[in-house]
Each structure stands twice: as structure tokens, then as C-alpha cells.
């Protein structure tokens, strides 16, 4: 018994003796407060190394990495204070250990911190660059795909470690040198990628032998993304790698086959540019909008008036402008209305002049401005001098609200009204800019007409919308007597007399005609409701309204279709 308990003794003396530091091995109060306080030195001098305030008065480039000999000798006076501290007394040891915490761990942590974040925007850098270099190269090209996600997984995966940067400044320099320029990189090229992947699988689409019609659905919604893209080169890129997917859907017929855009609003009154592929139209506020239907480009002018209608000659837009709500009669002098004159090469609105009478149609030419009115009590058309502005002539006793058309010679102009039954032609003569008494055809009601009139551009003939043609001649024996009557009526009318054909638009049918023997060679049946055709520079563009089948609300879209003969075709 006495032998085992001088066995306990021992071992119970030797467990505490291992325990128990020795005098050797233990640091003293003294020297671990030194030690403390020279980690507190060197995280001081870290907390300002990593200061965005003090690096910008030692570096050109503050945002950097820091002196990572300055972060290591922190990082060791640390471990040494530490070290020290857990030789202490239990008292001592969570004194100091609170003051290592407030002091030094802080301080080294957010250098921690801002280096990680240095560290990831660095990676992010040379993958922004790597997407930069392979779009420069080819915007459609494999390796920019690759670039594009991988820099987007990039930023995805580090984007953590730059908000986890201490103080807004420093967090937001952080962000502006690296994930702004990835993101904006990401950003230009997401809809050139989306694209992309979105032509690859309509190409796969059509190899699984999708029907024709869900194929064309596709391929306008594609279209619709393209057209919204900036780079005019990556743009035509992917309109021709649409184009020859496009050429591949079985049974694709002509009409199928056509190049479109959506327009981002409904358009009225719309008048083409007669040699650039620009389209001036309305909306439905106070705007004139410029739509380059090559580019998808479109600029806007807004007016202070409501725009009633608009007409282009020699490179000047002349818009008639609305000042009130339209009664049905009224006496002239309580009438009021505006004429704006855009110069059309820069699209700036270059004067803007106050007419007494409520605007309904007009037309110009080098000397004057005439106006038709919508609601005087005399009705007229009034014709106001281009140079003063001021007005120079009319006619009156006009019905109101009357559509006028001038003649290719420019020496007389044609008018239909809209308010009267039976409705009448009747033509009115333009003398060195003013406007002179004409005369009546010379039938009433004899032939059905209606209020959409329109004349040929070799002068010869007047087509009314009710499929009426007549002539238009100098002698007033033959003036606006019957010609011949086309198949059908139309909304729409434009011409193409190099090829000897003009081509009319009523509801989604698009007809074809020779223009010597008025007969109809051709016709299609287009998508949308035409409410604007154009013949120019060996192209139909077509002004449409479409309903997509993920909506019910109308869009206007402009189609552009190649002629060849009397075939429209792609």
C-alpha cells in the first residue's frame, strides 16, 4: 500500500511539472507586452500601407498590392506576441489577447482582405483583356465565346473577395480598376455571344426538322436581338451567319425570306428619304423620328406641338403642327397652327412659324409652303413663301380636310376630299410659288373614290385608292379623266418605272403591276398589315404592323424585300 502511494505521488509531480512551463520556456509579462507592442508598431504601418488616401501620396498606381514585406513582418510579430501571450497567466493572457484582437488582428486581417481582392481583380484584368483581344479579332469567333464565360465565371467567383474590402473608398477604387472595365467587357459583348448561341441553335433547330413556321418565328425574334446590337461590324456578322441559316429551312418561300426590324414604338405618317435608306415617321407624342432602316439607328425630334402630318422635298422635312383640339367648323380667325422646317442632313429643326389656319395636309416645292385646312369655315388651301414665311396666296371654298398631292412638274398640285359624298378630284395651278384657282374633275360620282390619292412620278397618272386610275395631263379636256380601273384597291402605292412595274398594299396582300398594261403580274401575302410601301435603290421596304405570339399589343416593324422583275425575293 505504502509503495503505491509514493507511485501516485510521483506521477501526479511529474504531470505537473509537465504542465507547468518552465522558467526557461516561459516569456515574462515584460517581454510579451515588448512583443505585443511591436506587432501593434507593424499592423500601425499596415493599416496605412493599405490606406487608399495615404497610398495615393506614395504611389502612381494606389491600387496595387501592398509592401508584402511590411504584410509578412506583420504577419511574424503577430505569431511571436501570440506565442508569447500563451505562456501567461490566465489574467494576462486575455488581456493582452483583447489587445492583440483590437490592435493588430484587425489591421492584419483587412490587409488580408485588401490583398485577396488586389489578387482577384488581377485575375480578372488578364480575362477582360483575353475577351478584349479575341472579340478585336472575331466578335464570333470560338475562343471570344470561351473568353466571354470565362471571364464572366471570373467575375462571378471573386467578385466576393472585392466587397469584402474594408472602407467604401478604397472597396469602390477596387471595383472601378477591375470588375467595371470586366463588367463593361461582359456587357458589350453579351448580346454579340447570346447571339450567337442563339443562331447555333436555331441551325440545330432546323436540322431537327422544326416546321417552317416556328423556324421564321424564331429567326425574326433573333433578328430583333441583332438589330438592338451597337457594333455595326459584329451586327453584320451575325446578319449574314443568320442569313445562311436562314437560306437552309426547307419550303422556304420568297416572302419568308426577308430582313426586318421591331421599332421600339407605333409610327404614323411615315415619308422615306428618296436616296438614303432613312424613313421619317411620327409616334404617338410630339416626335419626328429619323429611322435608318440599314443601321436600326433612329434619332427623335420632339416638337412643342402635336404633329398632324409630314412631307419631304429637297433635303427638308416640313412638319404641320397642331395647336388645339380640332372642331368641325370655325371661323378662320379663331384658327391656329404651325409649320416646322427640318433640315434633314443634320436633322435639326431649323425654323418653326405660326399659320393662321388648322393644319390638315401639305406638300412644298423651292418657293412655298401649301397647307390644306381641316376645319375653317371657308376651307382652303393656303400657300406660304419658303423665303419670308409669310402667306403668300390661296384658294378658298375647299372642302376641309382635304389630301393634297403635287404633280412631278410642280406647276399644280391635286386635292381629294374626305368629308363630302360622292367625293371629287380636283387640281389647283402653282404660279412662281403661289397657288391659283383651278377646276373640278369632270365627273361626280361617277366612279367610286377614295380618300388616298397618289401621283405617278412620270407625272402621267393619278391612282386612287379605289383602284381608279386617271390621267393627269396639262389639257383640261383629258385632266383627271377615267383611265382604267386596277384588280383591286389599295392603301399603299409605290413605284418602280425603271423595270416597268408599281406595286400596291392593302391589308397584308402586296401586289405586283406592269405599269404599261396596268395588269397584275404577281402577288404575296406578308405577315403584318402593310401601312407603308417604298420602292428604292432596287428594294421594297415595307412598313408593317405585326402581332408576336408573346403578345397582343401591335409593334411596327420595317421589312426590306430585293426585287427582280416582277418578283420580290431576298
Known amino acids: 500500500m505504502k509503495k503505491w502511494k509514493v507511485i501516485s505521488v510521483v506521477i501526479m509531480l511529474t504531470v505537473v511539472m509537465m504542465i507547468m512551463p518552465s522558467k526557461s520556456n516561459a516569456a515574462s509579462l515584460s517581454e510579451t507586452e515588448k512583443l505585443v507592442q511591436k506587432a501593434e508598431n507593424a499592423a500601425t504601418a499596415l493599416k496605412w500601407e493599405i490606406s487608399l488616401e495615404h497610398r495615393k501620396t506614395l504611389y502612381s498606381d494606389p491600387i496595387a498590392l501592398p509592401n508584402m514585406n511590411l504584410y509578412n513582418a506583420t504577419k511574424r510579430a503577430g505569431q511571436l506576441a501570440y ?55 472575331n466578335p464570333l469567333g470560338t475562343q471570344t465565346e470561351k473568353a466571354y464565360h470565362d471571364l464572366s465565371s471570373e467575375i462571378r467567383k471573386q467578385a466576393i473577395l472585392l466587397y469584402r474590402v474594408y472602407g467604401k473608398s478604397t472597396r469602390d477604387a477596387i471595383l472601378e480598376k477591375y470588375k467595371d472595365p470586366g463588367e463593361k467587357a461582359r456587357q458589350s459583348s453579351m448580346y454579340v455571344i447570346s447571339a450567337k448561341i442563339e443562331i447555333e441553335q436555331f441551325q440545330r433547330s432546323i436540322a431537327n426538322n422544326k416546321t417552317k413556321e416556328e423556324l421564321l418565328l424564331t429567326a425574326k425574334q433573333i433578328q430583333a436581338t441583332v438589330n438592338k446590337i451597337q457594333d455595326e461590324n459584329a451586327r453584320q456578322l451575325l446578319l449574314t451567319k443568320l442569313d445562311a441559316a436562314k437560306k437552309t429551312i426547307p419550303g422556304i418561300s420568297l416572302l419568308d425570306y426577308d430582313e426586318f426590324f421591331y421599332l421600339p414604338n407605333l409610327i404614323r405618317e411615315v415619308v422615306i428619304h428618296p436616296s438614303q435608306p432613312i424613313i421619317y415617321a411620327l409616334n404617338e407624342k410630339k416626335d419626328i423620328l429619323e429611322i435608318n432602316y440599314k443601321t436600326g439607328k433612329i434619332r427623335q425630334l420632339t416638337m412643342n406641338l402635336v404633329p398632324e402630318t409630314i412631307y419631304f422635298y429637297n433635303n427638308e422635312l416640313y412638319v404641320a403642327l397642331l395647336k388645339g383640339p380640332r372642331g368641325p367648323y370655325g371661323q378662320v380667325q379663331n384658327q391656329q397652327g404651325a409649320i416646322a422646317i427640318i433640315n434633314t442632313s ?5 425654323d418653326q412659324f405660326d399659320i393662321q389656319i388648322d393644319p390638315f395636309d401639305i406638300v412644298a416645292d423651292d418657293k412655298a409652303i401649301y397647307v390644306s385646312s381641316a376645319s375653317d369655315d371657308t376651307g382652303s388651301i393656303r400657300g406660304y413663301s419658303r423665303e419670308t414665311l409669310l402667306e403668300t396666296s390661296k384658294v378658298l371654298y375647299i372642302d376641309n380636310q382635304s389630301y393634297i398631292e403635287m404633280h412631278p412638274s410642280l406647276d399644280r398640285l391635286y386635292a381629294v376630299d374626305t368629308t363630302v359624298s ?149
Not at 443634320?346 to 431649323?350: A, K
Open 83 to 137: 506565442n508569447a501571450i500563451n505562456t501567461l497567466p490566465a489574467k494576462e493572457k486575455v488581456k493582452l489577447t483583447k489587445r492583440m484582437e483590437s490592435n493588430v488582428d484587425i489591421h492584419f486581417h483587412r490587409a488580408m482582405a485588401y490583398i485577396d481582392a488586389v489578387k482577384s481583380g488581377h485575375k480578372i484584368a488578364v480575362k477582360t483583356s483575353d475577351l478584349n483581344d479575341a472579340y478585336r479579332l
Open 346 to 350: 443634320n436633322f435639326t429643326l431649323t
Open 422 to 570: 360622292p367625293r371629287d378630284v380636283e387640281t389647283h395651278f402653282i404660279v412662281d410659288g403661289k397657288i391659283k384657282r383651278g377646276y373640278d374633275s369632270p365627273y361626280h360620282g361617277d366612279y367610286r373614290l377614295n380618300t388616298n390619292i397618289s401621283i405617278s412620278p412620270d407625272g402621267k397618272y393619278i391612282f386612287n385608292g379605289s383602284g381608279v386610275v386617271m390621267v393627269a395631263s396639262d389639257s383640261k379636256a383629258m385632266n383627271m379623266t377615267y383611265l382604267t380601273k386596277l384588280n383591286t384597291p389599295f392603301e399603299q402605292i409605290t413605284y418602280n418605272l425603271n423595270d416597268g412595274l408599281f406595286y400596291t398594299g392593302n391589308r397584308k396582300n402586296l401586289e405586283v403591276y406592269n405599269y404599261e398594261t396596268m395588269e397584275k403580274v404577281n402577288s404575296y401575302t406578308l405577315s403584318g398589315y402593310i401601312n407603308n410601301i417604298f420602292y428604292q435603290n432596287g428594294r421594297l421596304v415595307v412598313v408593317t404592323t405585326e402581332v408576336l405570339y408573346s403578345s397582343k399589343l401591335p409593334k411596327n416593324a420595317i421589312k426590306t424585300y430585293k426585287v427582280k422583275g416582277n418578283e420580290i425575293i431576298q
